[in-house]
């Protein structure tokens, strides 16, 4: 089974932010990933619009070819801008002020009164709802209770570490992986892979979609994002 890449296209928009000007063009960004193989795009319309922004998102979903996944958090302004837009998916994420990026899962089985009502009016609306989460049975159990069709595992944690511990975490992340599956949810997973660590991930034969971003835009600036893209994407076949 083919696994599938999204490209996350956030930290384009982190440098055209810098210096407050219209370059680089994230969308532009997320042309060039398409032609060079990658299967999805995704965004992350943060509260404070730290990167990504509300135009990004209109220009995204009227100009790509391929499915836009927006991340974003559990409030009612994002649900509204979700089901204006009406991205191919969305995927609910934990979102905090003072992190440097989105640190840790979703506590699904904590938030679910929150929760239930995004998932019911996202899949209500034909937007595959997916729940960034940690990889752990409580948490898929959750996610089966409300109804989400799709799991993105975190893999962060995994990324950070080395050695005996990286490969427990990997175990746990191929252990969740199967429990989803078996529950009939489609597995996902992100965060912090690269070309050295993203092997053991993309053999765990249930994990159907990979979104990876901020690697891919720090290598392009020494290879070009679609060399980026097309290397990664041959790493994760040959994993297959």
């Given amino acids: 089974m083919t696994l599938r ?18 370059y680089p063009d994230p969308v532009r960004a997320a042309l060039i990933a398409a032609d060079a193989g990658a299967d999805g795009i995704t965004a992350h319309l943060r509260e ?72 019911g009016e996202l899949g209500a609306a034909r937007i595959r709802v997916s729940l960034f989460i940690e990889p752990d049975p409580r948490q898929i159990e959750a996610a089966l209770r409300l109804g989400a069709p799709v799991v993105e595992l975190h893999t962060g944690r995994y990324a950070e570490l080395e050695g005996e511990a990286q490969a427990a975490e990997l175990r746990r992340l191929a252990d969740a992986a199967a429990l989803a599956a078996k529950n009939g949810i489609e597995v996902h997973a992100g965060h912090g892979l690269t070309y050295d660590n993203v092997a053991p991930i993309a053999a765990i034969p249930q994990i159907r979609e990979l979104n990876i971003g901020h690697f891919l835009v720090g290598e392009a600036m020494f290879v070009g ?16």
Avoid: F, W
């Fill in 5 to 22: 890449l999204g490209v996350n296209i956030d930290h384009v928009a982190t440098v055209r932010n810098a210096r407050g000007t219209a």
């Fill in 48 to 119: 404070d619009r730290r990167h990504i922004t509300d135009d990004d998102i209109a220009r995204l979903a009227a100009e790509l070819t391929i499915p836009l996944n927006l991340e974003m958090a559990a409030t009612d302004e994002m649900l509204a801008i979700a089901l204006r837009h009406r991205p191919h998916a969305a995927c609910i994420v934990p979102e905090k002020r003072e992190e440097r990026t989105t640190e840790g899962g979703l506590d699904a089985a904590g938030q679910h009164n929150q929760l239930q009502h995004l998932v």
């Fill in 225 to 240: 994002l679609g060399e980026a893209v097309r290397t990664m994407r041959a790493a994760m076949d040959s994993a297959r």
